[in-house]
């Protein structure tokens, strides 16, 4: 089986932002956990907010001054912004189930329960990757970098699925180990 080391996850956090709950023996369900969807709606509220403050401060400029051409520049940079970071999956925390008795795995968007957005066989799975990425942060001067980790599901045609992904590698290491067990199938270990 041939398995990338390519990062499939464009998400990636230093705590943990995923948890896994077991319903009878047949369910498996990863939830996001309180801090992840914290800090995604803190940085979901605080950059809409800004973007708004843009958006208020070309009106003013518009409605204020005879500088319209600026006024309105402000108006569609601020409308562009909430736009791009609205795709920037701040809110997106996916629910995921994993069903035995119907061999399914389904990925839900966290209010749109009815729909699924993704959706396959379990037994088109054949292992579960733990993959280890070095993540690159630039803060103004400041360069952090920090590791994190995805667990996927490898697949027999060589796709994957992600289904969690941050940095505490003890937590992803049994959350694998719970996963592969749940779904009787192998861990691989692979760097990015």
């Known amino acids: 089986m041939n398995i990338s080391s390519q990062p499939i996850s464009d998400t990636s956090s230093s705590f943990k932002t995923s948890r896994i709950i077991l319903s009878g023996n ?6 996001p956990t309180l801090p992840g969807v914290l800090v995604g709606l803190a940085l979901f509220f605080s950059l809409n907010g800004l973007f708004l403050y843009i958006i208020f401060s070309g009106a003013r400029i518009v409605f204020e001054s005879q500088n319209n051409l600026l006024g309105l520049i402000f108006i569609f940079v601020g409308l ?10 701040l809110l997106s925390h996916d629910l995921i189930e ?4 119907n061999n399914s795995y389904c990925r839900y968007k966290f209010r749109l329960r009815k729909h699924a957005i993704e959706s396959s066989k379990l037994s088109k799975f054949s292992a579960v990757q733990i993959l280890k990425k070095i993540v690159k942060t630039h803060n103004g001067t400041r360069s952090i970098e920090f590791t994190s980790y995805e667990v996927n599901l490898c697949g027999n045609d060589s796709q994957r699925t992600n289904l969690i992904d941050h940095g505490a590698e003890d937590q992803i290491v049994s959350d694998a180990n719970t996963i592969a067990l749940y779904l009787n199938l192998p861990v691989v270990r692979s760097n990015a």
């Open 26 to 31: 047949d369910v498996m369900k990863i939830r």
């Open 80 to 89: 562009f912004l909430i736009f791009l970071f609205g795709k920037a999956k």
């Open 98 to 101: 994993l069903d035995k008795s």
